[in-house]
């Protein structure tokens, strides 16, 4: 297991350029639940190892990223960058306007060095509506939200059980968390995981 100096010499030689091409997913986990999972080191203070917001323009290997609470981040893309865009996907996916997570290590300039970027991720907490052969309609807080199975990506989880591309057991009315990639200017998703009880 990478000890959190052996990240930040790793993602320091990557940043600078001087590294070879590690998936960072060997660092930890790319699943988009991994992309919830913050760890603040002091309640109440941001992760400094974590930013969040709207990409606003791109230089290269640099993202510039307004966060939701007003900060402006510098994002570092290196050769061990992982990107999820509801798939494992290239940067490239990234469009100017898209939302993102983001964890790496901070640098001593104030960059993100970033090990994994989430493009576009949402959790919802939402109860199902409707269920056709390609989407499901959900209700989150009463706002409609439109989700499309994407084929060989979405799957179900039902009361805790490993995930299955079945869908046949979600039921109008239950209560579900879905993770997915939004898709912006909507209100559609693209849906990765849903986690119901039956």
Known sequence: MTTTMDRRSLLSRAALGATGLVAATAMGSLAPEAAFAAQTPDA???DPNFAEGVITGRNQDLLQVQGSDGRLHRIQL?????????????????????GLYARGVLLPD?????????????????AITAIGRNGVQFDHHGQKVVGHVQSGTTAAVYNGTPAVSDLSMLTVGRHAQVIGAWRPGTNEIDIATIYTSN
């Open 110 to 126: 104030g960059i993100l060095a970033a090990e994994a970027i989430w493009v576009n991720i949402v959790n919802l907490t939402v």
């Open 78 to 98: 290196t050769g061990v960058t992982s990107v999820w865009k509801l798939r494992p996907t290239t940067i490239d996916q990234a469009r100017i306007g898209d």
């Open 44 to 46: 109440g203070q941001p």
